[in-house]
């Protein structure tokens, strides 16, 4: 970013240069922009799945404790969704 200041006797360029987050949530993970994007800082995206604070990966299969249910971590449209 550059920013012009004025003061009485000058114009003075200051160029800013921002700092992006990268640090993501659990499950989730950093994306840097893409070389068409606007942004200068990318963004997080869901990874996997958070089932009762255990990671679970994308394709993963699992089955409920009384094996009546079957669970599924998939990514649909790029969101990341649990199915049941």
């Known amino acids: ?3 012009c200041n004025k003061d009485s006797d000058s ?3 200051l160029n800013k240069v921002q ?3 990268t640090t993501c949530d659990y499950g989730y993970k950093y994306q840097a922009p893409k070389d068409t ?6 963004t997080c995206i869901q990874v996997a799945c ?5 990671l679970k ?4 299969q699992w089955y409920s404790d009384d094996h009546c249910t079957i669970y ?3 990514s649909i449209n790029g969101s990341v969704r649990l199915l049941i």
């Open 1 to 3: 970013m550059i920013q």
């Open 11 to 13: 114009i003075q360029i």
């Open 19 to 21: 700092e992006c987050d």
């Open 37 to 42: 994007s606007v942004n200068c800082c990318g």
């Open 50 to 54: 958070i089932v009762e604070g255990t």
């Open 57 to 60: 990966n994308v394709g993963e």
């Open 72 to 74: 599924l971590c998939k």
